[in-house]
């Protein structure tokens, strides 16, 4: 499964932008998902993750009560709604799949796309 993640862009400190993660030559099924933020010069971090069914969530404490993770296993994709944007959020987004919400949470998974970038200027 290639997961590949979209909806980036420029936005003001204080906007809200939506992320989107669509699955490709798969589908999501019994994956939980996460979102990954890479700020310029730092490693990777799990920001949000959600289970397979979409009942249990997960965030960083960054991003706790500004950020907003769900998933349509429907139409086979994951949002990540994302408010009061802080310049501290600039970065590039991936969104991951893993075995449970579990080990998301601790920035294990094992499928991989490309991102999309954010900017949040001040």
């Known amino acids: 499964v290639q997961l590949q993640a979209f909806g980036g862009g420029l936005v003001q400190a204080g906007a809200s932008l939506t992320l989107s993660c669509a699955a490709a030559?798969?589908?999501?099924?019994?994956?939980?998902v996460g979102w990954f933020h890479q700020a310029p010069g730092k490693l990777r971090d799990v920001v949000a993750a959600?289970?397979?069914?979409?009942?249990?969530?997960w965030y960083s404490d960054s991003v706790k009560g500004r950020f907003t993770i769900s998933r349509d296993n429907a139409k086979n994709t994951v949002s990540l709604q994302m408010n009061n944007l802080e310049p501290g959020d600039t970065g590039v987004y991936y969104c991951a799949g893993g075995n449970s919400i579990a080990t998301m949470s601790n920035g294990h998974a094992i499928y991989w796309g490309h991102g999309t970038l954010v900017t949040v200027s001040s």
């Open positions: 030559g798969g589908t999501f099924s019994g994956l939980a």
């Open positions: 959600v289970s397979w069914s979409g009942s249990t969530t």
